[in-house]
């Protein structure tokens, strides 16, 4: 108990304990799909419950039904297929982190991982509940934004892939409809690249003031495509994709990265709130873009 007293404990039930709820584990992902469909939209899929049950003891999420999809151990891999790497939607953070060929193609995934909450969190949060819990502060969304991966979706008509930049609607909000789950993202492997991942946060483990994510693709010196991914700092899609425009076609210069920094600045709207004021997250996307770009490039040729 976190309030200290009975009386404490009774004024706030109502914010400590979550509504009544039913359960099911779901033994497959057909099964999970039959039962999002008997249940309809009052029905969720429950992963590692890192966001949605502190959000149900808030009452801010009141799900009547569910849906366990935690033994589903088919939707939990890191694997290489053909030119791209695959990332199933159970993967735990700590997968992620722990998985060395994710380390030798997608250095910002590590970077990324390695300042995501804690190792507890980390153990059990899932790479699809961070997707679709689509927290703007969530950090694995900008890094695959950046990366221009592709997320597969899964439904009772069948599987359908999204763009991970189009995955997000708005805020705690995707294009994940009430009877399809996200199965896998993603990844397209190309030769050239490099990638890195900054964050600001106001104490180790806790959510970003603000982080900025980039991957490179480098031909004779003249960035030939470039990806950049902005977390809780109001980027449309958590892309910076003017910064990118501009760069892409240029050479790798510090004055053309400091120059895309501040596009990625000029076009960001970040909110303040109590991490910090609007313009200090404007100078954070300045300056982390610029970082993670000259950084990225040094890892950029393998
Ligand atoms: C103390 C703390 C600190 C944290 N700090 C950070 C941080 O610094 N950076 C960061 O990025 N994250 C942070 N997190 C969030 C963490 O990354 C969680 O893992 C993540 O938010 C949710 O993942 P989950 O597997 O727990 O999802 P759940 O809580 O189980 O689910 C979240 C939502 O996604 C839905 N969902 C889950 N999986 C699927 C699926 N496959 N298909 C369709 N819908 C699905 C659920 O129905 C629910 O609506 C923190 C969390 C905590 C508790």
Redesign the pocket.
């Known amino acids: 108990m976190t309030g200290g007293s009975d009386e404490w404990w009774e004024g706030n039930a109502a914010v400590q304990v979550p509504a009544q709820v039913e359960y099911e584990k779901a033994t497959s992902v057909e099964h999970a799909l039959t039962l999002l469909t008997r249940y309809g939209p009052e029905s969720?899929?429950?992963?590692?419950?890192?966001?949605?049950?502190?959000m149900m003891k808030l009452r801010l999420?009141q799900p009547e039904m569910l849906i366990d999809?935690n033994g589903l151990t088919e939707?939990c891999y890191i694997t290489l297929a053909g030119n791209q790497l695959r990332i199933g939607?159970?993967t735990r953070?700590a997968q992620l982190l722990d998985s060395a060929v994710v380390g030798q193609y997608f250095a910002i995934l590590h970077d990324a991982e390695r300042?995501?909450?804690?190792p507890i969190?980390r153990n059990?949060?899932?790479v699809?509940?961070?997707l679709?819990?689509a927290?703007p502060?969530?950090?694995?969304s900008a890094a695959f934004a950046a990366l221009k991966g592709t997320m597969v979706i899964q439904g009772p008509g069948g599987a359908r892939e999204v763009a991970a930049r189009e995955f997000h609607t708005g805020p705690y909000q995707t294009v994940?409809r009430p009877a399809?789950?996200?199965?896998e993202v993603r990844l397209p492997i190309r030769a050239g690249g490099g990638s890195s991942y900054r964050k600001v946060?106001r104490r180790a483990?806790?959510?970003?003031v603000g982080a900025v994510g980039a991957a490179v693709w480098l031909e004779r010196d003249v960035v030939a495509d470039v990806g950049i991914g902005l977390t809780a700092l109001g980027a449309r899609n958590f892309a910076a994709a003017e910064a990118e425009d501009y760069l892409r076609g240029r050479p790798a210069t510090a004055d053309n990265l400091d120059r895309a920094g501040q596009i990625a600045a000029e076009n960001c709207r970040p909110v303040a709130d109590q991490r910090g004021p609007a313009d200090y997250k404007r100078h954070l996307a300045r300056v982390l873009t610029a970082r993670v770009l000259s950084e990225a490039l040094s890892r950029a040729g393998g």
């Open positions: 969720r899929i429950l992963a590692g419950g890192h966001s949605l049950i502190p999420a999809i939707l939607a159970l953070h300042v995501i909450a804690d969190v059990w949060g899932t699809g509940g961070s679709c819990q927290d502060s969530e950090d694995l994940v399809e789950i996200l199965i946060a483990g806790d959510w970003p």
